[in-house]
């Protein structure tokens, strides 16, 4: 196990929100209960099943039974990965958050990368993908969308929609998030940037998905995916309703 260097917390929670993931969750717990081990001794992995309809609920409850560690949130209904997303930083509890998505195109070893770049003066550190292993056409869509939303919401991020990230809990006793859809990256990373927040990025690898197909990559989806980005920047850049007084933060100071 690695000491956390001078100055880091030693805390950590690691969560996972998924849906229908059964082919893949197992393994990315077990990586993570790995990976998190070696890097300190106060962690935890939790799993958000986001009202899946397949063996995902049964496998990580055994996972939880399994792993003292491990602990899971079912939504009794689909809330939308935003949705998980917010129930997986309210659940945590360790001073570091990592999170990563359920479906294994990344790895939850490479979370040691990123802990060695969290210092005083960093707040988040992002991963960005050193090649995208996924079909051309979402390739393309992928770095259109990313190019668009970068210029209209002043970003400088490598990549916004890496979901491999080391984050300060801090970050969430400050900002709320209220997107229930895939734009909650988009939302989270332009409010950590408004909000002052020290970001530094490193790359990752990403692998082909193994297990399922994705949820976002039909014209119906991405479609809705525009409009919802429309509003997010009219509420953010035109009216910046995030930097006015009285928010309420999306967890509970200590």
């Keep these: ?44 992995v939790i799993v958000v099943n986001d009202g899946s309809a397949d ?47 359920g479906d294994a195109q990344y790895d939850p070893a490479e979370l040691a990368v990123l802990w060695k770049q969290m210092s005083d003066g960093v707040d988040l550190v992002n991963g960005y993908k050193i090649s995208r292993s996924d079909p051309l056409h979402r390739i393309v869509i992928g770095r259109v969308y990313h190019h668009i939303v970068t210029m209209l919401f002043g970003l400088s991020v490598r990549d916004v929609d890496c979901d491999f990230r080391l984050m300060r809990r801090s970050i969430f006793e400050k900002i709320n998030l209220g997107k229930t859809s895939g734009v909650i990256c988009l939302e989270m990373m332009k409010k950590i940037h408004d909000g002052g927040f020290r970001l ?30 429309m509003r997010l920047w009219f509420e953010l850049v035109v009216r910046r309703k995030h930097l006015r007084r009285g928010i309420t933060p999306l967890v509970a100071r200590p």
């Excluded at 229908?20 to 998190?36: C, H, K, L, Y």
């Excluded at 009794?76 to 945590?92: E, K, M």
């Design 1 to 44: 196990m690695s000491a956390a260097p001078a100055g880091k917390p030693s805390g950590l929670s690691v969560f996972f929100p998924a849906y229908n993931d059964s082919g893949t969750i197992a393994s990315m717990v077990i990586r993570a209960v790995q990976a998190a081990a070696e890097l300190t001794s106060d962690f935890e």
């Design 55 to 101: 063996a995902t609920p049964q496998i990580v409850d055994e996972l939880a039974r399994t792993y003292p560690n491990v602990r899971v949130v079912h939504h009794p209904a689909n809330r939308g990965y935003g949705g998980a997303l917010q129930t997986g930083f309210r659940s945590a509890t360790k001073e570091l958050i990592f999170y990563t998505d």
């Design 200 to 229: 530094v990025e490193v790359p990752v690898h990403h692998y082909h998905r193994a297990f399922g197909k994705s949820q976002f990559f039909n014209f119906p989806r991405i479609a809705k995916t525009g409009v919802d980005v």
